[in-house]
């Protein structure tokens, strides 16, 4: 998605990825009788310290499910966007519109990452001290790398704590648990506290992966639509609608780039429509929308060019063909990814309050 919309849609350097905004309605639809998963079905203990699913048609129904959601709803999108529509609903959506959606979203997954964060709150709280530490008080500090440029070797200063404080703190995180994994300080009974923080729980998946896979359309089968799965799935699509509108906007401002006109506009979203349209006929569970952080780091960085996204989006081609590559960041313990996930949640939630410092309250509402 960096190529086709740094290329053909908005043109602006906006980065792609999947989007929160279909996580609440995923989980509404396998929350009713007929795809819940029965405790029974959700995992087995395998005797050799690992978990593995005990059926396989079971889990794999509920993605066709959600596949044909998500393929039908982000139709949708796209016969919005290139079929002007969004141009002309604009007068509706501005600020007033884009911050209850946006804010709503972050607060309410908040649920689902107090479920992970439960498994290991000290290591969750951990990750969100580390994050908070990178991203507040360390972000000044510029660390000593070795460059190379015009020929020569220098030793020059990169702000690796302000680029990359999620990563860090993740990765510390992650590297603590290993250690303790090592020495057996988690409990090594699937009943205990804190199991979930072993590296080793998923350890298997690396072996189990092929070293080059490249995926294809309908590897789960073919995908399933009802129409209550495809009306909650739809308000997501246009939950991530709206704001994506608004990040076009603040990522041209911030890039310098004049505002975008209406076609560029429509252009945009029909193309973040073909993004969900892709994603869900290989069935990756998800869609796939702008990311408000990345506008952030644009405004931290300064790199306004289209040209180093869509290096980007070739070299994440390149190392999605490789399975043992994904298969490394399964090992990620839950209680990281919970901590992760309290922080970036509740950084959506902000975002969509930051919204209304482009409100004017003494005068009406106008669009963008």
């Keep these: ?32 009788p007929q795809w819940k998963c029965p405790v029974s079905e959700m995992f087995i203990f395998n005797g050799t310290g690992n978990f593995s ?8 129904s509920r993605i066709r499910e959600i596949q044909g959601a998500i393929i039908v709803s982000s139709s949708f999108q796209l016969f919005l966007g290139f079929s002007g529509l969004i141009g002309l609903l604009l007068r509706f959506i501005g600020p007033l519109s884009i911050t209850p959606t946006i804010t709503l979203i972050g607060l309410s997954l908040f649920q689902e990452a107090g479920k992970k964060c439960g498994t290991h709150w000290g290591i969750a709280l951990l990750t969100v ?15 000593p790398v070795i460059l190379y440029g015009k020929g020569k070797w220098k030793i020059g ?17 992650w590297l603590i648990c290993f250690i303790l994994t090592h020495f057996n300080v988690f409990p090594s009974s699937p009943a205990g506290y804190g199991f979930a923080a072993r590296t080793d729980v998923n350890s298997d998946a690396i072996d189990n992966s092929p070293w080059f896979h490249v995926p294809y359309p309908g590897q789960w089968g073919w995908p399933t639509v009802s129409l209550s799965s495809v009306l909650g799935m739809l308000s997501g699509i246009l939950a991530s609608i709206i704001e994506s509108v608004g990040d076009y906007y603040t990522c041209a401002k911030l890039s310098g780039a004049p505002n975008p006109p ?16 892709l994603a869900g006929i290989w069935g990756t569970g998800n869609g796939t929308t ?7 780091a644009l405004g931290i960085t300064k790199v306004g ?8 989006g070739i070299l994440l081609i390149v190392l999605g063909l490789f399975g043992k590559f994904g ?42």
């Design 157 to 173: 200063k990169y702000p690796v704590f302000n680029l990359f404080p999620v990563l860090l703190g993740m990765c510390l995180s």
């Design 129 to 143: 001290a580390l994050i908070t530490i990178f991203s507040q008080y360390l972000r000044h500090i510029q660390v």
């Design 262 to 277: 209406v076609h560029a506009l429509n252009r945009g979203i029909g193309m973040e429509g073909i993004g969900s349209l």
């Design 290 to 296: 702008s990311y408000s952080q990345n506008i952030a």
């Design 53 to 60: 699913i005990d059926n396989t048609e079971s889990w794999q």
């Design 327 to 368: 298969a490394i960041f399964i090992t990620i313990p839950e209680p990281v990814i919970g901590g992760m996930l309290m922080v970036m949640f509740g950084m959506i939630a902000a975002v969509g309050i930051s919204n209304l410092q482009y409100v004017d309250f003494k005068t009406p509402q106008e669009p963008f």
């Design 1 to 32: 998605m960096y190529l086709l919309q740094t290329t053909i849609g908005t043109r602006l350097p906006i980065l792609q990825g999947g989007t929160f905004s279909l996580i609440t309605p995923t989980l509404a639809i396998l929350s009713l």
């Design 305 to 312: 060019s289209r040209l180093v996204l869509q290096t980007a």
